[in-house]
């Protein structure tokens, strides 16, 4: 824009100086023309003076005089008729007037002075000398063109010197401009397309301030507004970073729900709930992620949160896994977004797993159902106990009656041998339920029986062959109760594990701790040939709740055992290989072997233990 003024300017100052030149030449000949006329008149007047006077001399040197004038070329006299009279160089005789100049004779008037020119560059003026009315002769002066043309060109140089110096003034100002004002507009110009281009980007920031004007404190205030702007966006990155790591990490599964219920942000925690892939959620309505009851009802809560701008709480949700085909419940609370205090713009809806806590409150309702049994079992043994007591003497007195014979004494000897297995039976299940509440020295071998003895009709009905490998006299120091409860748990498993015909190892011996070899205790296993686990499973074993017998089974059995294991200081080591892979130990493809540590001495709580390892293969 500048470089277009700057442009504009040399033009018309181009324009203006031609014009101007123009116009001054044409003064400057139109002056001389003037003083032409003058200085013709003055010889001419200055003749007729001397002539009127009757000194005739007088009139050369008027000529001389004139001929001297700075701008005079050169001047003469003549007479009427045209001959050379007076010079003011050289000698009359040697000039003749030329045909030109013999020409203006006739034209010139009485008063006129005229001025003509001989050619392009040669003017000159005549005028006629008249005293007492008679024409006495002409005065004639030729200009000296060098002189108007030195004149001309002192205004052409004048004129010239001032249009540069116009020039460079302008091109100063132009740069000063620049400089002030075009300089800073393009730098911010520059900015504020950087800053539309990547508002990321800070590289071009903050913007150099070359100049102390309006424009120096427009490109400060930008630079403020940009890294004001930046420090915001900052904020609001942290602050979604926050949002992000809590949605990402939430425990809780997160969805949001615009107008039309369909998903604009959804959790890690969720995808996993729902079993559809993250990526899969957004944009979608829950009819086309959840089974049709679940996703109606809670299509519903979303819509009625809309409606109604109010939250639902502990909204209860259960249906089952498509995969594992295991009942889910899901707590549900759903609450209006707002933008504004009055625009609902989404709906966020949490979503808690409350399948483990169903499970477990099921599981603690089983237990406690299983103690009242146990309580119940051990209230009729020991009624029951009293009226055996009576029919035992009643059969050892009828056993010792003489006059018994064959074969009512046969019949009376296997009626005593029934009653002897009712008494155990009450005896056991009295002994079971019993519940010590100090550790003291048990009998290794009481306990593995009286678990055996336990599951012996589960054990007799798979046909399964049993291995009782223990010393009678071996003891160790724990709550009898629990350790029963622990062989009564790997006994239970093992059977639920095996199939018609298997083997069940149970033994027991004095061993070291195989993580720590200085300390002593005992150590049992049970075995079985059963279906093995995969690796995985065998992995997860001592979890709470994880049970690969979705309908019987509680999955809480090992968690309850390790939990009694490491209350006794003890240790815990599984090893299990599933069918196909060679022959174990017990001569079958598959099987598994729980092991474990109790060490000796009074330590019932012991606190620190390593934890309890798992494997398999
Ligand atoms: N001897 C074994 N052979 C094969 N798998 C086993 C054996 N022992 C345990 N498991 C596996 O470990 C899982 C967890 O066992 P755990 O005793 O904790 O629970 P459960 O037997 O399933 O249920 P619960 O004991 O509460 O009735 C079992 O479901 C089973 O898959
Ligand atoms: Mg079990």
Redesign the pocket.
């Known amino acids: 824009m500048l470089a277009g003024l700057v442009l504009l300017e040399v033009l018309s100052l181009g324009v203006f100086g031609a014009l101007l030149i123009r116009q001054q030449t044409h003064q400057v000949y139109l002056h001389a023309n003037e003083r032409l006329a003058f200085q013709a008149s003055s010889v001419a007047l200055q003749a007729r003076e001397a002539l009127q006077q009757q000194r005739p001399g007088w009139v050369g040197l008027s000529v001389k005089m004139m001929g001297e004038a700075p701008d005079v070329d050169f001047a003469m006299v003549t007479d009427p008729a045209g001959n050379v009279l007076f010079v003011s160089q050289g000698e009359p005789e040697q000039k003749k007037l030329e045909p030109a100049e013999l020409a203006q004779i006739t034209q010139v008037r009485h008063e006129e002075t005229r001025v003509f020119s001989l050619g392009t560059d040669r003017w000159e003026s005549v005028k006629a000398i008249y005293t007492q009315g008679d024409l006495r002769g002409f005065a004639w002066v030729e200009t000296d063109r060098d002189w108007e043309h030195g004149q001309i060109g002192s205004i052409l140089h004048a004129t010239l010197l001032l249009g540069f110096i116009w020039i460079v003034a302008s091109v100063l100002l132009a740069w000063l401009m620049a400089r002030s004002i075009s300089r800073p507009l393009a730098i911010l110009h520059r900015g504020t397309r950087a800053l539309m281009r990547s508002p990321e980007s800070s590289g071009s920031f903050p913007l150099p301030v070359l100049v102390q004007n309006e424009f120096g404190d427009l490109i400060e205030a930008f630079n403020r507004m940009v890294a004001s702007l930046a420090e915001q966006r900052a904020g609001l990155n942290d602050t979604l970073a926050l949002l992000d790591s809590m949605l990402a990490n939430a425990i809780v599964g997160l969805v949001f729900f615009d107008h039309d219920l369909r998903i604009v942000r959804v959790n890690q925690r969720f995808s996993s709930m729902s079993g559809v892939p993250l990526s899969r959620h957004l944009g979608r309505t829950l009819p086309e992620l959840l089974p049709p009851p679940v996703a109606q009802e809670l299509e519903n809560t979303v819509r009625s949160v809309f409606a109604e701008q109010e939250p639902v709480h502990n909204l209860e949700i259960n249906g089952q896994s498509d995969i594992s085909g295991q009942q889910w419940t899901w707590l549900v609370n759903a609450y209006p977004v707002r933008t504004t205090p009055h625009k609902v713009r989404w709906v966020g809806v949490i979503f808690l797993d409350a399948s483990d806590r169903k499970r477990s409150e099921e599981a603690l309702r089983k237990s406690e159902k299983l103690a009242a049994t146990g309580r119940l079992a051990a209230s009729i043994a020991h009624e029951i106990n009293n009226p055996l007591e009576a029919v035992t003497n009643l059969l050892y007195l009828l056993h010792n009656y003489c006059k018994l014979q064959d074969p009512a004494l046969n019949y009376v000897v296997m009626a005593e041998h029934e009653v002897q297995r009712i008494a155990e039976i009450t005896q056991k299940t009295l002994r079971f339920y019993r519940q010590s509440t100090l550790p003291s020295r048990a009998s290794m071998a009481e306990l593995l029986d009286s678990v055996l003895g336990l599951y012996k009709g589960r054990l007799n009905t798979l046909n399964m062959q049993v291995e009782q490998d223990y010393d009678p006299a071996l003891e160790l120091f724990c709550f009898a109760g629990e350790i029963r409860q622990v062989i009564a ?1 790997l006994v ?3 059977i ?2 095996s199939s018609n015909g298997g083997r069940l190892l149970v033994r027991a011996r004095r061993s070291r701790n195989w993580a720590d070899p200085a300390q002593t205790g005992v150590r049992f296993a049970v075995a ?1 040939t ?4 995969e690796p995985e ?1 065998a992995a997860r ?1 001592f979890e709470a709740f ?4 979705e309908l ?8 309850v055992s390790q939990e009694i294991i490491v209350k006794h200081g003890g240790l815990v080591h599984v090893r ?1 290989r599933t069918g196909g892979q060679g022959e174990s130990s017990q001569g079958s493809a598959s099987g ?1 072997v ?1 092991q474990i540590f109790i060490p000796d001495g009074p330590q019932p709580a012991a606190p620190e233990v390593p934890a309890p390892g798992a494997e398999a293969n």
């Not at 059963?530 to 686990?533: N, R, S």
């Not at 994880?546 to 017998?549: G, I």
Request: aromatic share 10%; charged share 10%.
């Open positions: 748990n239970g498993n093992a639920d594990a079985d059963g279906a093995g686990m499973v074993v994880f049970t690969t017998k019987t089974g509680t999955g809480l059995g090992l968690w299990s598994t729980f």
